[in-house]
């Protein structure tokens, strides 16, 4: 189960797709949750998979090839049908098996890697969908309880020294290098662990968005298990 009980303003849980899809942001609600229960073995895709690197897609055509047992093919079917009925939505939904992500260490103050707290931004309206199968969970932040990095001032200062153009501009190199796109967690922050087998829609940043977007992160390999993750 996903302990909601501290955020049950930012996120709103669905029982189907069509309500997924549907259903508006507003106010402080910008994470929606189609809550399932997966029947399948989906670590048995993760083994079968041929890995090519740290990040692995797989392709619909190599997973129906997959020899697999009754109950990896329950899990296939589930994984085809979600690929399909996204895509039909307008999305562009990619099936991975994760290692790891690459680390960015240019900046150990403020890495801008996605295993740091983020939202995701886009010129035209748009939602990020994603599913996480098998392995360690993404999470996900309340708003109230993360910091713009560009914000806090330690880092702003050292944001200032790696600048070197006129002051009116300082902004928009903030944006143009991603730095405004990353929050650091309170203190006292509790984040939210998306669970596996739940279908979450965040709020993007865009033009035109009526909510803030969701803050969220990959979370670090803990497990020492392969992701099965779905994201678009």
């Not at 680390?103 to 801008?112: A, E, K, V, W």
Request: proline share 6%; with cysteine; net charge negative.
């Amino acid at each position: 189960m996903i302990d909601l009980s501290y955020a049950e303003h930012q996120i709103h849980c669905v029982p189907n797709f069509q309500d997924l899809v549907s259903t508006p942001f507003n106010g402080e609600m910008n994470a929606i949750c189609w809550t399932r229960k997966l029947i399948g073995d989906f670590s048995e895709i993760v083994k079968k998979v041929a890995l090519n690197g740290n990040i692995t897609e797989v392709e619909q055509e190599e997973l129906r090839e997959l020899q697999l047992s009754e109950q990896g093919q329950f899990a296939r079917e589930i994984l085809l049908n979600d690929l399909k009925v996204l895509k039909a939505h307008g999305a562009s939904p990619v099936l991975n098996v994760i290692s790891y992500y690459d680390r960015d260490d240019s900046y150990p103050l403020f890495p801008t890697d996605v295993y740091s707290f983020h939202v995701d931004r886009s010129p035209i309206p748009t939602d990020t969908f994603l599913c996480t199968y098998y392995g360690d969970s993404s999470e996900i932040l309340p708003n109230s309880q993360g910091t713009q990095k560009i914000l806090i001032p330690e880092i702003r200062v050292e944001l200032e020294k790696l600048y070197d153009g006129a002051d009116e501009d300082f902004e928009s190199f903030l944006s143009e290098n991603f730095f405004d796109l990353h929050y650091q967690a309170k203190p006292d922050a509790r984040p939210i662990s998306l669970g596996l087998g739940h279908l979450w829609r965040l709020a993007v940043d865009h033009p035109g968005s009526q909510v803030p977007p969701c803050l969220h992160r990959a979370p670090k390999e803990e497990s020492g298990q392969n992701r099965l993750l779905l994201i678009c």
